[in-house]
């Protein structure tokens, strides 16, 4: 089934480790988006990726960084992880990057940090 | 930063009634997106509106856009118990922020509770 999957699915993490989130989707579209999302202030972007090998930042990026080795996948790392991480974490994609264009969202990961 | 608002906040009703939220915005924009979350899931686009239209319908949804008041709104018709959700509008501003590609802003919501 085409879409977007995410892993892990929810994870306890202890403050202080590295931990990447993993996010492929087999729609071949060039877009990519990381939002996370917290109770009160709705989705915010961490990074994106236009297409394959370019990537940028969004506007929470702090404590987080993405790469873009090829169109399926764009994995989000935290290099050491800190309590006010803790959010529910949403991949996107989207066909091309540009106006009008509907996005596609993975299940999310649930993450703690404690 | 949030571009668009959604209001009501919270909003419940029965079965069989009309739901409306509403959706205001502060910059210009081309084009603005309602998308429904379920508990627990992630966001699926529900309908896109270009800033040219005012008024867009998709199965029992309807939506409207005022671009002179920067403002929309979402109506659902004879709602269902599996319509509960949330419910955010999503905009990608004309002038966008250098850091942001084409990555939607969001509001903040409204929740929806449909009883039976």
């Known amino acids: 089934i085409a879409g977007i999957t995410q892993a892990p699915t929810s994870q306890i993490l202890a403050a202080g480790r590295r931990m990447t989130l993993r996010c492929t989707q087999d729609m071949r579209h060039n877009a990519m988006y990381w939002y996370r999302q917290d109770l009160g202030l709705g989705l915010r972007l961490i990074h994106y990726s236009n297409t394959a090998g370019t990537t940028g930042k969004g506007e929470v990026p702090d404590g987080y960084s993405v790469s873009r080795a090829n169109t399926d996948d764009f994995p989000l790392t935290l290099a050491s992880a800190v309590p006010s991480q803790t959010s529910v974490y949403f991949c996107a994609s989207s066909p091309q990057p540009g106006q009008g264009m509907e996005q596609f969202f993975g299940p999310g990961t649930r993450l703690t940090v404690l | 930063s949030q571009q668009g608002e959604e209001d009501p906040q919270a909003l419940s009703i029965q079965e069989g009634e009309n739901a409306t939220m509403n959706c205001s915005y502060k910059?210009?924009?081309?084009?603005l997106q309602w998308y429904r979350q379920n508990s627990g899931r992630g966001l699926v686009h529900l309908i896109l509106?270009?800033?040219?239209?005012r008024e867009k319908h998709s199965g029992r949804l309807r939506v409207t856009l005022d671009t002179s008041k920067k403002s929309s709104s979402l109506l659902i018709t004879a709602s269902r118990a599996a319509d509960t959700a949330s419910y955010f509008c999503?905009?990608?501003?004309?002038?966008?922020?250098?850091?942001?590609?084409?990555?939607?802003?969001f509001g903040k919501g409204t929740s929806l509770l449909v009883t039976p």
């Open positions: 509106i270009r800033s040219n239209e």
């Open positions: 999503a905009t990608v501003p004309v002038e966008r922020p250098r850091n942001s590609g084409y990555a939607l802003n």
């Open positions: 910059t210009s924009i081309n084009n």
